[in-house]
């Protein structure tokens, strides 16, 4: 799955997911204490070009009725 970060003044970077961490996984320990129940999960992508890793969380941020 490739997507891209942007980044104000910046062009747009492919990463891509090289793992995605369920709440109760190893490596989302302590992002889980610090979002609480608003973490949705853990993904670290990768930027090859740049050799860079980075952890992006997706949270919840509003629960309403529909």
Known sequence: METAIFTPGS???PL????KLPL???GAH???QQFG???V???HRVDAQA???YTTVERRVEKAPI
Do not use: N, Q, S
């Open 11 to 13: 062009e747009a970077a």
């Open 16 to 19: 891509r997911v090289v793992k």
């Open 24 to 26: 109760g996984a190893k």
């Open 30 to 32: 302590k992002l889980a």
């Open 37 to 39: 129940e608003a973490l």
């Open 41 to 43: 999960c853990v993904r």
């Open 51 to 53: 050799r860079f890793r």
